[in-house]
């Protein structure tokens, strides 16, 4: 490895990180949190931490970026494996399996940032607004190919089954029921995919 490299490896394991210990702190001591307290963290100096991000901001949308993607990740979450399956299974109601399994890594990651993106700072109100609409975006790209499928229940249209999606398979939902009733993460997915497939298709669909 020549020094070039070795020097952008170094570059990118200091930004991760820097990344980490903002999720950390981001999560236990919301917006407020000093970037000193962060960059302490890290292990870092406040300047290197600047010098990355410039702006707390641009740090938080980097620890949010982060937390819906996974660590080391580019490609948006439609566009990873289950979302090929999704599109490859003739059932929709198997289908919507695939997609609450893609979903099911992320929310543990960005639940214990939604108090923190719900601050009543503009900056961050902006930005989880954004990360919201990219949301309902890869629903309308998801519902679509379910519409494809097979019809959703009592006339349905693909606006509403984009809502039911937004309201029930949402890091709210998952937060509520991880953090406030004591589920873990496969008994939210089990019952999810049930809820969902009920929603959509109508019940004792299978």
């Given amino acids: 490895m020549g020094a070039k490299a070795e020097r952008r490896e170094r570059a990118q394991a200091t930004r991760q990180r820097m990344v980490a210990a903002g999720y950390k702190l981001f999560c236990a001591r919301g917006y407020s949190v000093p970037l000193t307290d962060i960059a302490a963290d890290a292990g870092v100096a406040v300047q290197t931490l600047y010098f990355t991000f410039h702006t707390k901001i641009a740090l ?7 937390a819906v993607l996974g660590e080391g990740e580019t490609r948006a979450p439609h566009e990873r494996e289950w979302f090929d399956e999704l599109k490859a299974e003739p059932d929709p109601r198997k289908a919507l399996r695939h997609m609450v ?18 601050s009543g700072d503009e900056e961050v109100q902006a930005l989880w607004r954004h990360s ?8 309308r790209t998801v ?11 009592d006339g349905m249209d693909a606006a ?21 009733r004591g589920w873990s993460a496969e008994r939210w997915r089990q019952w999810i995919t049930t809820t969902l497939t009920e929603a959509l298709y109508g019940p004792g669909a299978p």
């Fill in 160 to 180: 509403e089954a984009v809502d039911v999606l937004l309201t029930l398979l949402s890091p709210d939902v998952y937060l509520l029921l991880a953090k406030d």
């Fill in 143 to 153: 519902v679509d190919e379910l519409a494809k499928k097979g019809p959703f229940r």
């Fill in 101 to 118: 399994d893609g979903t099911r890594a992320i929310y543990p990651r960005v639940a214990p940032l939604l108090d923190t993106m719900r």
């Fill in 132 to 139: 919201e609409e990219l949301r309902v975006d890869g629903y």
């Fill in 60 to 66: 938080l949308s980097a620890v949010l970026e982060t």
